[in-house]
């Protein structure tokens, strides 16, 4: 039975030491996350940093090696100076840019710092560094992964700041008239760790942490800059230009990295449906690349501040407009400058310059975003109205037929192919349905189709594989359409499939990319049509991260919005909502008060009248109750004082706990051994009655007694060799056989 | 009773004032770049990490105000001190919270809005708890020494401010002059003008008054054995009665002020007179210019004196106040029984030495008396 409650509290100067080596652990975790320090150098910050927390938990064999390196004062200054030669290099020829470069240097100079902390210089210099590199971190990385490294940063930050106050001075001169070992004794006791100081300490950071948040939402935000610049990579997108090869969005397809988020504030929620969201459109198909000729830009007129309509411009669109979908989308920063949105975009509101649009109906930024942008869109589609069921004719604008009816060569296998799927179809809705449902039907969805590299790619996937991917089927389907002289265009955007229950959104990836078809009918407009059959897509992860994966993006998604994205707009938006709230509650309370008041003003004037009779019983009964239940509730209080334990636990006083706890074990056993029947036994009755009864027990009893009430009751202090002596104490009566008893 | 803002301003800041210290100033540069930054890139994380470091700032407000609060302290000093001699001096600080730990405190002594005592460390102080902290002062000027109270000041938590505050606690405490060994010329001359101009008589005392034969009755113990060995007969050593010893000492404080100097001097030899004259049981009688004491000896006549003479101020002299410095019925008062020292720091008539008093001893200048050679 091994009982040790004697526990040597770490001194500051250690634990100032310790918190100092996690300070810069954690900007350096952050540093590396964030900026993707090369391999060697990552390597060697995170092993010094492994070395010298292992030299202060006090492994000999790390402190031998740490100590005897044989470089003097002289031979770190030129180590600093190699590393200032090195950036200097590292500028000019391996990473051509002062960021990377700078980072590299405050790595080598952290390193070189905790190798000698000796000085209280060198701790400042420590957190200096420590601090930029957070800096350096914040502004590289926007992922959730900062905010637990942020907080961790600001434990330590805490802890380091108390712990480094604490060892600047030593209490000298204050008592001068005290003999020396008490005076050493005390001096030895309020240089390490209590109990008292860790609550202290971790509620320092509490509250600053708190603190931090409080301020961090109201502190005003004055942007100078329009957009957050960042220096992380853009998500490399393809199929979202001018110009894209059949076959672009195939490379895309298997990586899952997030794209956006889309909320719908205003749609009912239907995590079923797929939601497709619109990014460009090509008209001009050349055999192997797709090209927009309506590429031609102009700007979108901004209504209010950060409101960009479409007012007038869209005049070929004479179609009977659908439901609108409100749409707030989070993009991640990609290195295309389309705006996504699902089909048809109305209007745009977010911290914009300045948006463009072509004329088919995509939305540009001026140039693509480094960092996250949030935005939200009004867009409506268009309704398929029934004179295009009915209707034989083909009346289209000529602006359409000339553009949208473009063939790359004399496809005749196509057009045959294409005559034959719709020779009993007679409107143009009727045969682009029957084409779609001739794909879907007799095609199969595969990835794994190498057609980018065939000569005719469209005619391999119709005739010979009939296996690929969105892109072919949508090609397929817009040729086939356009032989048989039916207005099509192929669109790329994403089809978003994945719900996020928790947050209400749609979780869009890069493996979400999809092609589809936009068909022209005479009355309704552009209609969308997609021909690729539903793919079996597995979702990546096992079932804990199925489940986990949600909550898990959410909470990413919470991060972005109130952290990463908070902006000016959200304060007024929280200013003018607790202004309502505030209102709100106003109201309540004075409703609340004039119902009490009017209750009381009832009660008392049917006392001061005397009607007893008349006076309500039951709520009479509830004050009086109340008030009853209040004042027990306070002389409980007063009488037992439950605060007082708590204040205990949270004593300086660590002797006096370890000797508590000795006791009470040396009680509790012998109590199990008989020789009192109750815990309500006064100390020095317990010695009595173990001198009597078990003789060989009575030394040690007698002593921890002695002990327990020097301190318990006379509030002596005891020495570290007492409480040791007290310890060994017990485990000698603990290993006592009560055979004499 | 009108709003006065310079009053309210001085109590405020007389009670509680902030310094930044070094670490706080470069905190502070850190946290005014950070500040610029995230204005500039509207970086939000960026503002994190400056709403870190104004929370850091805000809490250290908020704990040095909690470390500061609710302190009680008491003062012990002696009642009497005495220029340049360092005595001990007492602080008792505790600690009137019932759950906080008041930590890194550093306490002083204020006297005259002046720190009197060096800082005294004090690491922690537990709720409930005191410490008694000692200090050496020495006071360097004569007069009421106002101790008005008691400074304390933290950098809990963080050390990036000292905020300070002051505990009133007033004490005045005199401080008489320096005490010093008497010069050998003044004892000389003291030792002459004794014997000449005191009335011998017998009674109980320590000097001796006489030697005369035996005589039945007389104590055995008074018998003066190596006289008695010499003439081989019975000799009784008889003493002088202590009483007969009295003495004046004036202290004229009419006195330029060009002259302070001399009358500081003056007044720290009349200390040093008192203190030795005492100690010889001598009856004392001090005049300072109008200023009387009675005639007396012991232990706290002599405390009397050197309060009297820790608190006499020197005035500009003027006809009347030197007709009140007059100190020629001195002699008369003693009446032959006694010595009357004169300590006088100026003369109208001087034409030499200014910074050393001049003193007569029953109206007989010493010669190149220096007080404080």
């Known amino acids: 039975m091994g009982y040790s409650f004697l526990e040597q509290p770490m001194l500051l100067s250690q634990a100032l030491h310790l918190t100092s080596i996690l300070l810069a652990s954690a900007s350096f975790i952050g540093l590396t996350l964030g900026a993707g320090l090369p391999e060697w150098l990552a390597a060697l910050t995170g092993m010094t940093l492994i070395a010298v927390l292992l030299q202060n938990m006090g492994m000999k064999s790390v402190d031998r090696f740490t100590t005897r390196m044989p470089v003097s004062a002289i031979g770190w200054n030129l180590i600093v100076f190699g590393g200032f030669v090195g950036f200097w290099i590292d500028l000019l020829w391996v990473s051509g840019d002062l960021l990377p470069a700078g980072l590299h240097f405050l790595m080598i100079l952290m390193v070189i710092k905790l190798f000698n902390l000796r000085l209280r210089r060198d701790y400042l210099h420590l957190y200096a560094i420590s601090l930029v590199a957070m800096l350096a971190s914040g502004s590289l990385m926007t992922d959730l992964w900062f905010f637990p490294i942020f907080s961790i940063y600001l434990l330590a930050g805490a802890w380091t700041l108390l712990l480094f106050q604490l060892t600047k001075t030593s209490e000298v001169g204050g008592d001068v008239w005290m003999p020396e070992p008490i005076r050493h004794e005390r001096h030895e006791g309020s240089h390490r760790v209590s109990p008292r100081l860790f609550w202290i300490a971790n509620g320092l950071a509490f509250g600053a942490f708190l603190i931090t948040v409080v301020i961090f939402f109201t502190i005003p935000r004055v942007n100078a800059g329009i957009y957050q610049k960042g220096f992380g990579e853009n998500l490399r997108m393809s199929g979202f230009s001018d110009k894209v090869n059949l076959g672009a969005i195939g490379s895309i397809k298997r990586d899952p990295s997030v794209v956006m988020r889309v909320e719908l504030p205003r749609s009912p929620l239907n995590d079923a449906r797929p939601f497709y969201i619109r990014g460009v459109s090509f008209d001009r198909y050349d055999g192997k690349v797709w090209t927009n000729q309506l590429s031609y830009r102009r700007s979108l007129i901004e209504e209010s501040p950060g409101t960009f309509t479409f007012r007038g411009k869209r005049a070929f669109s004479r179609a009977q407009l659908g439901e609108a979908i409100q749409q707030k989308i989070l993009l991640e920063p990609l290195d295309t400058p389309v705006l996504f949105a699902a089909p048809f975009i109305e209007s745009v509101m977010g911290m914009f310059p300045s948006l463009f649009f072509d004329a088919t109906g995509a939305v540009y930024l001026p140039f693509p975003s480094s960092s996250r942008i949030e935005y939200t869109v009004v867009s409506r589609s268009n309704v398929l109205v029934s004179e295009d069921l009915g209707s034989e004719s083909e009346l289209y604008p000529e602006s359409v037929v000339r553009q949208y009816l473009q063939l790359p060569f004399q496809p005749d296998r196509i057009k045959t192919l294409a005559a034959e799927v719709t020779q009993r179809q007679h409107n143009p809705y009727e045969k682009a349905t029957a084409i779609q449902a001739y794909l879907t039907r007799n095609y199969r969805y595969s990835l794994d189709a190498p057609l980018a590299e065939q000569q005719q790619p469209l005619e391999e996937f119709l005739f010979a594989r009939k296996t690929g991917y969105c892109e072919h089927y949508a090609t397929a389907m817009v040729i086939m359409l356009r032989t048989v002289g039916v207005p099509a265009r192929l669109v790329t955007g994403f089809m978003a499939t994945e719900w996020n229950e928790y947050g209400n959104y749609y979780v869009v990836r890069q493996q979400d990319a999809h092609a589809w078809v936009e068909v022209y009918l005479p009355h309704s407009g552009w209609i969308r049509m997609d021909p690729t059959p539903t793919e079996d897509n597995p979702a990546a992860g096992g079932p804990v991260w199925k489940v986990l994966g949600p909550i898990v993006d959410n909470i990413k998604l919470q991060w972005n919005r109130l952290f990463v994205q908070y902006s000016a707009a959200d304060q007024l938006a929280v200013v003018r909502e607790l202004k309502a709230e505030s209102m709100s509650v106003r109201n309540k309370a004075l409703d609340s008060m004039t119902v009490l008041f009017s209750a009381f003003m009832t009660l008392l004037s049917e006392i001061v009248s005397h009607d007893v009779s008349r006076i309500r019983i039951g709520l009479l009964g509830e004050l009086l109750g109340f008030a009853g239940i209040s004042l027990a509730i306070l002389f409980w209080l007063r009488r037992r004082r439950p605060w007082t334990a708590w204040n205990l636990w949270k004593n300086d006083r660590n002797d006096e706990l370890v000797i508590v706890q000795c006791y009470r074990t040396m009680r509790n056993y012998l109590i199990k051994k008989g020789l009192s029947s109750s815990t309500a036994i006064a100390p020095l009755e317990l010695v009595e009655i173990t001198r009597s009864r078990w003789r060989d027990a009575h030394f040690s009893v007698a002593s921890i007694t002695e002990l327990y009430c020097r301190t318990r009751f006379g509030h002596i202090p005891l020495t570290y060799e007492d409480l040791k002596r007290a310890e060994d104490e017990l485990h000698h009566l603990l290993e006592l056989q009560k055979s004499s008893l | ?373």
Not at chain 2, 112 to 136: C, F, K, M, N, W
Not at chain 2, 340 to 354: F, K, R, Y
């Open chain 2, 1 to 373: 009773m009108p709003f006065q803002l310079p009053t309210f301003a001085h109590r405020v800041f007389r009670y509680r004032s902030t310094r930044i210290t070094s670490e706080g100033l470069q905190f502070l540069i850190f946290v005014l770049a950070i500040g610029i930054a995230a204005i500039n890139t509207g970086n939000n994380l960026f503002y994190l990490l400056l709403a870190m470091m104004l929370s850091f700032i805000l809490i250290s407000g908020i704990a040095a105000e909690y470390c500061l609060r609710r302190l009680e302290v008491r003062r012990h000093v002696p009642d009497l001190l005495f220029i340049n001699t360092p005595v001990t001096a007492a602080l008792v600080v505790k600690n009137q919270k019932s759950l906080l730990t008041s930590f890194s405190l550093t306490l002083s002594d204020v006297g005259d809005d002046q720190s009197v005592s060096p800082s005294i460390e004090l690491h922690s102080l537990l709720p409930g708890a005191s410490r008694v902290l000692t200090y050496q002062l020495t006071p360097t000027h004569r007069g009421r020494l106002l101790l008005s109270g008691v400074r304390i000041s933290t950098e809990f938590p963080f050390g990036l401010f000292t905020k300070r505050a002051f505990y009133s606690r007033e004490d005045t405490v005199v401080v008489c002059p320096e005490i010093q060994p008497v010069h050998e010329r003044l004892l000389r001359g003291l030792f002459a003008a004794g014997y000449e101009q005191a009335v011998h008589r017998r009674g109980h005392g320590s000097d001796l008054y006489n030697l005369r034969l035996y005589q039945a009755g007389d104590d055995s113990r008074s018998i003066h054995w190596p006289t008695t060995a010499r003439t081989s007969q019975l000799t009784i050593r008889e003493t002088e009665a202590e009483e007969q010893r009295r003495a004046i000492i004036c202290v004229p404080t009419s006195i330029p002020m060009s002259h302070d100097v001399s009358f500081e001097r003056a007044v720290s030899l009349a200390a040093s007179l008192v203190q030795h004259l005492t100690h010889h049981n001598y009856s004392i009688q001090l005049r300072l210019g109008s200023e009387r004491s009675s005639f007396g000896q012991g232990e706290a006549h002599r405390l009397d004196l050197l309060r009297m003479l820790g608190l006499c101020q020197r005035i500009t002299p003027t006809a009347d106040s030197m007709r009140q410095d007059n100190w020629t019925d001195a002699h008369s008062e003693v009446d032959g029984g006694g010595t009357v020292v004169v300590i006088q720091a100026w003369s109208d008539s001087e034409t030499g030495e200014t910074e050393l008093p001049w003193i007569l001893i029953d109206g007989v200048l010493i010669p190149g008396t220096a007080h404080a050679a």
